[in-house]
């Protein structure tokens, strides 16, 4: 699936729901309901390939300060929220992890629910196909991220650090 497609389907899910992650998701997956089997597997691997890019330390260090803590599975979702957003601020938070100061992140319920769109595809695959998409797509490029994350890591435990290397980010309410 070539990128414009791929931002189209997510900026046509976002359009509709009002900011709400769990309207997205269900507006993600009418569509993609729409698609063949291949389409639905190609935006998985699009959508997998997308959060992989996102996967750096310096963007962990932002999740981090923002969350209160930020595990391996609530950087994913935070990742999938930021690629829920569309191409432009997928952009702008992949360049400088400040555009996240912005105020478009309320709090952090908005990332837990995110873990919803990273199963869209696989759920829609299943419901065409009656498999799961690794049956069918195992081996596919996007499916493995890279051990580690790119750029230098952060000490967690140094919070003034974190502070000083993301001066516009306020940790976020839970709820």
Request: with cysteine; aromatic share 12%; proline share 3%.
């Amino acid at each position: 699936m070539d990128d414009d497609r791929f931002w189209h389907i997510i900026d046509q899910s976002g359009s509709s729901a009002g900011g709400s992650v769990e309207d997205q998701t269900g507006s993600l997956t009418a569509t993609l309901a729409g698609l063949t089997a291949q389409e639905i597997a190609a935006f998985d691997e699009a959508f997998v390939a997308h959060r992989d890019e996102l996967y750096s330390w310096d963007l962990w260090g932002a999740a981090y300060l923002l969350m209160g803590g930020c595990s391996d599975d609530c950087f994913t979702d935070f990742r999938s929220w930021v690629i829920a957003q569309g191409q432009d601020y997928f952009e702008a938070v992949k360049s400088d992890p400040q555009a996240l100061a912005d105020g478009r992140l309320k709090d952090a319920g908005q990332v837990a629910e995110a873990e919803l769109l990273s199963y869209v595809a696989m759920d829609v695959y299943v419901e065409a196909t009656g498999r799961e998409i690794f049956m069918d797509y195992g081996s596919r490029p996007g499916a493995e991220i890279a051990a580690e994350p790119t750029g230098q890591e952060w000490d967690e435990d140094d919070e003034d650090a974190l502070r000083a290397r993301y001066p516009k980010l306020n940790p976020l309410p839970y709820w």
